[in-house]
């Protein structure tokens, strides 16, 4: 029946035939139809909803301004008539704005209204007559103005056209300046501690600074007191190379990642492993903490970097994107939240809610395996082979670079004094200026006797709580501390600052 019912319906529906030929003239003509119309051309411009949007900006963004300088009594006064013509006795009630000698702003593109009149510049006489009739404070500030008019060696005078005269005003001319350095005090070595089996490759501060926290190619985490250096606790659980570790400020935890492809939350108070935080495919590199959320971040060799909630260990978002190793991640709590650097030499900077790339930075020509985050500006550092780059958020605009620590820097680390530390794999430690990118001081440490020349190499650097130590973690398998030269001053280690205008690139 259903068969039937079908063959009725195409008979019923008699489909008319037509001729190849018609057909594609039909088409043709539809083709025509659908192309030819002018669709693109803009809607010709109406004068009257023009001058009406053009009125509407004027009065949005220039209303509280629109009176000035002409006042109800001169606005049926030409234009070109000075202000030596205003009654200085005019009522206190009347609305002045005499606010120095530069011309109203017009909107581009606009022409002024008749209450928005350039005016000519007022005569110190005018200018006095006026003040008297000002509110005091206000005339106080005008009568400042007016003996401005002498030429600083800073100003520059600019003639502008007005009424039909020429008058000049004052236009301030910034001269082009390389700010100069602040001074700090070069840092010292003052003790060295081992205990490690291996490379010591990260490493932690606990947020009361009575104790740091390191991790070792010896697959133990270490626990060390930071006044005296003692050893205070070791962890065993990860079966491979540890390389991040965290304390967290919100909770009494701990974490770790390793080259096991393991992520661990250690509880602090029974000193055991109590989550496991499975997912990554290879090694992890890196991981860091949300400061305002339980979010934990994790960067892996995997090209990816995971976001877990810390509390169930579910798996909140994959970042993926990077082509090549993740070597750091760094979490705040402005946007951009998470911050990436990678072995394919992008910086990304990511959307939390979304789990996708906001921003991607590919000025560095090298791996990018540091980054570290300005504890008080809403700026950020680059560390690579080939510079490190400073940049400011949110859209990562470039800052400068920094350059001459011409080696591969592992780890980057700043305070709030505008130090910034960067630590490379020869060993070597370059102190930096973080406003002018002056580099104040070098360091090359010595290795620990019985270690090779070519094991000196740092992997982690951090400065303590109060940023009057500073504490790495190098290859020949001790952590370094160091502290600031209380008998340094700017007379025995002067600033040798030379500003290099030219050097700036741009990229």
Excluded at 19 to 46: C, G, I, Q, Y
Excluded at 317 to 324: E, M, R, V
Aim: charged residues 20%; proline residues 5%; hydrophobic residues 35%.
């Amino acid at each position: 029946t259903l068969f039937r019912s079908a063959r009725e319906w195409i008979n019923a529906e008699d489909v008319q035939k037509h001729s190849v030929h018609t057909l594609v003239f039909r088409s043709l003509k539809r083709t025509h139809d659908m192309f030819v119309a002018d669709n693109a051309k803009a809607v010709a411009a109406d004068e009257t909803s023009h001058k009406l949007k053009m009125d509407i900006k004027l009065r949005t963004e220039y209303g509280p301004v629109l009176h000035m300088p002409a006042v109800k009594e001169s606005r049926e006064k030409p234009v070109g008539e000075s202000y030596e013509q205003y009654p200085a006795h005019a009522g206190q009630e009347s609305e002045y704005a005499v606010t120095g000698t530069h011309p109203y702003p017009a909107v581009p593109g606009v022409a002024l209204t008749a209450d928005a009149q350039i005016q000519r510049m007022p005569s110190e006489g005018a200018a006095q007559s006026l003040a008297l009739a000002l509110p005091s404070s206000q005339s106080r500030t005008d009568a400042q103005r007016v003996p401005e008019r002498t030429q600083p060696p800073s100003m520059s005078l600019v003639s502008l056209e007005s009424g039909g005269t020429k008058n000049t005003a004052l236009m301030a001319k910034k001269a082009p300046t390389m700010p100069k350095p602040q001074w700090h005090p070069p840092w010292k070595l003052y003790r060295v501690i081992s205990g490690h089996l291996g490379w010591v490759r990260c490493i932690a501060v606990e947020p009361g600074n009575q104790w740091f926290v390191t991790g070792s190619a010896d697959r133990t985490i270490k626990i060390w007191d930071l006044a005296s250096g003692k050893l205070k606790l070791s962890l065993t659980g990860h079966i491979s190379t540890v390389r991040g570790v965290i304390v967290s400020s919100r909770s009494p935890y701990l974490f770790s990642c390793g080259e096991d492809k393991q992520v661990k939350c250690w509880d602090l108070e029974y000193n055991k492993v109590i989550r496991h935080y499975h997912g990554h495919l290879s090694a992890v590199y890196g991981l860091d903490l949300h400061p305002k959320i339980d979010v934990l971040v994790t960067c892996s060799r995997d090209s990816t970097s995971r976001i877990w909630d810390v509390r169930t260990k579910a798996a909140v978002h994959t970042l993926s994107g990077h082509t090549n190793a993740v070597a750091t991640v760094k979490c705040q709590a402005a946007e951009p939240q998470i911050i990436t650097g990678s072995h394919d030499t992008t910086i990304r900077l990511w959307d939390l809610m979304a789990g996708k790339t906001h921003v991607t930075l590919t000025n560095h020509k090298k791996s990018v395996r540091a980054v570290v985050l300005h504890p008080r500006q809403y700026t950020f550092a680059s560390g690579s082979p080939d510079n490190i780059k400073q940049w400011k958020f949110p859209e990562g605009n470039f800052i400068q670079n920094l350059s001459g620590h011409n080696a591969i820097i592992n780890t980057l680390a700043v305070n709030s004094d505008g130090v910034l530390v960067s630590g490379a794999d020869n060993g070597t430690m370059h102190l930096w200026d973080w406003r002018t990118g002056y580099n104040f001081q070098r360091i090359h440490a010595a290795v620990q006797p019985g270690s090779l020349d070519s094991e000196s190499g740092i992997f982690a650097c951090t400065f303590d709580q109060s940023e009057s130590r500073l504490i790495t973690a190098e290859a020949d398998k001790t952590i370094k501390v160091y502290k600031e030269d209380d008998t340094a001053s700017e007379e025995t280690h002067p600033v040798s600052w030379k500003p290099e205008i030219m050097k700036r690139k741009r990229f």
